[in-house]
């Protein structure tokens, strides 16, 4: 992944987590129950946070060119939006339990990608 294409995809997560946020807050606030707009909320907020991450680490890649595993961050971070934030969100909308299954993985994913961050900050 180069540095652009990591700028990219934060942008277009960022942009689309005002969306879903400010989509939530107006249409769904009156019509989920209580606990599953927390969820949706906790989805949002999580999406917010990681798409920052994964816009410094797309700052990162093209201040530390030679470190390779700052392409590793990126790919973890956005398979955590996906599988994270993208089950919160769908659980929330469709109340279908098993999408909770997929959300320890992606939370995985977003430590795993915070942690080879921290792998290539020590290393420099």
Known sequence: MNPRLCVLVAAVALAAAVALGAFGAH????????ESFAV?????QYHFW????LLGVGILMAQWATAQELAWSAWLLMAGLML???SL?????TGARWLGALTPIGG???IAAWLV?????LRR
Request: aromatic share 18%.
């Open 27 to 34: 249409a769904f606030k009156a019509r989920l129950a209580p």
């Open 40 to 44: 949706y909320q906790t989805a949002v």
């Open 50 to 53: 990681h798409a920052l991450g």
């Open 84 to 86: 994270f934030c993208g």
């Open 89 to 93: 969100y769908l659980l929330a909308l």
């Open 108 to 110: 995985g994913a977003f």
């Open 117 to 121: 961050l921290a792998w290539v900050a």
